[in-house]
């Protein structure tokens, strides 16, 4: 048996690890939509498989990658993609005192295929006795906001591969919407995308355009049947060559709360409790039940620290001073996040409410009366925005504004509330009006 090392196999990781399993209805809707001509939607909660899915099947080295950021506009993105091919991007038009997100382009594209303005010019050059022919090419001028100049310059460089967007939930709204209405021009054109995000409700893109409603596939990732955890688990001891007991096997995955992260992490933590870090000689059995708890003990520390930083950072939101009549601010971050951690923990998993949300906030509230709908519109209406100008990566929460829903989706934030006194956490939290 060929020996692998213990983070091949358990833990998360930005690669499929040995223990992945593919699932029939996650995988198998994946690999059917890799054969349509449809743009594809893969999310969930984070470290729930989204990655590893998309890897596993569409090779990330193969393929075009982009990575968004709160500050990507479409002709950002636009422009990464054309870097990724060997488009070289010269310079950018500007008009007035706006840019006009006119782009020259120049080059030679990938295959060796010239795009050029108006033909090609040759010239023989004799260079020692031989005859040396010599191409030129001419810079064109292409809009990278219209996604038709776009899909022109892709298409005339032959383009077959998958365009990957990861990190789609930090982009803006705007650049979200314009990004739904481009989707549609560019499935038209047999360009295909696959975009990934973090959140949990079906047709986030068709809120912006309706008429992607039948030119994409959603595939979710979760949730994950408790079979199919078991799988992972025994696909990781053939690996290894090693036996959890029974006990051990139900602990883990009753801990983690249905998140696949969680369970590799207990997985990996275990294995390292018991001194196991590479492929056994002969199989070893995991038995100690102890070693389960010390693991869980550790993983809550570890994601207690993560997740207290999160929440202290979002309840600090953005800078605020006084109004002109010297009132305090509203603060309603820190309400939020305080009264978030206030509800109880079946509610933290199916979502908050806005309504509930807003009541629990103006029952605490120094100025209960104040908190007005649209106060609370344009604070989770922006809570993405927010949580990515603090760096929180990935994002904690995320407002569902069909469902009119506060989500959590760090799959380990449930095993963090679950392990954990909210009442401290709530306590370590700086209040803004005390200092």
């Known amino acids: 048996m060929d020996k692998v090392k213990l983070e091949k196999v358990f833990g998360v990781s930005r690669e499929p690890v040995l223990s992945y399993v593919e699932r029939p209805q996650v995988d198998g809707l994946f690999k059917a939509s890799l054969k349509s001509d449809k743009q594809i939607i893969v999310y969930g909660s984070s470290k729930q498989g989204k990655t590893a899915l998309v890897e596993k099947h569409v090779p990330y080295k193969d393929n075009v990658v982009v990575r968004c950021d709160p500050l990507s ?64 090419y001419r810079a064109i001028e292409i809009n990278l906001s219209l996604a038709q100049d776009v899909g022109d310059l892709l298409k005339r460089q032959g383009i077959g591969k998958f365009i990957i967007l990861e990190n789609f939930h930090y982009l803006s709204e705007e650049t979200q919407r314009n990004l739904a209405f481009d989707l549609r021009t560019f499935q038209e054109m047999g360009i295909r995308f696959i975009i990934l995000g973090v959140w949990r409700e079906k047709n986030r893109l068709t809120q912006f355009n309706g008429d992607l409603l039948d030119r994409i596939v959603e595939v979710p990732v979760e949730p994950w049947e408790k079979t ?56 070893i059995g995991i038995n100690n039940v102890s070693l389960m708890v010390k693991a869980i003990q550790n993983k809550a520390v570890d994601y207690a620290s993560r997740h207290l930083r999160s929440l202290e950072s979002i309840a600090g939101g953005r800078k605020a001073s006084r109004a002109k009549d010297g009132l305090l601010p509203l603060y309603l971050p820190y309400y939020t996040v305080v009264a978030l951690l206030k509800f109880k923990f079946e509610d933290i998993l199916k979502g908050i409410q806005r309504e509930d949300l807003e009541e629990a906030i103006k029952k605490m509230h120094h100025r209960g009366k104040d908190v007005r709908p649209g106060d609370m519109s344009n604070l989770l209406h922006n809570f993405a925005q927010l949580q990515a100008e603090k760096k929180i990566v990935p994002p904690v929460f995320d407002y569902d504004q069909s469902t009119r829903t506060l989500r959590v989706v760090d799959s380990t934030f449930y095993f963090f509330v679950k392990n954990n006194d909210m009442d401290r956490i709530v306590e370590n939290i700086a209040n803004p009006i005390e200092e």
């Open 73 to 136: 506009t479409t002709a950002d993105i636009y422009k990464a993609i054309m870097r990724a091919l060997g488009v070289n991007i010269q310079v950018e038009v500007t008009d007035g005192e706006t840019t006009s997100k006119k782009a020259i382009i120049s080059g030679k594209l990938e295959g060796g295929v010239p795009f050029v303005a108006s033909g090609e010019v040759k010239s023989g050059l004799e260079e020692g006795g031989e005859k040396r022919e010599e191409r030129k």
């Open 228 to 283: 199919e955890f078991f799988s992972v688990i025994d696909k990781g001891e053939l690996k290894l060559n090693i036996r959890f007991s029974p006990a051990i096997k139900e602990g883990v995955i009753e801990s983690a709360f249905d998140s696949i992260g969680v369970v590799q992490e207990l997985l990996k933590t275990i294995c390292y409790l018991a001194e196991i870090e590479t492929t056994q000689d002969e199989v």
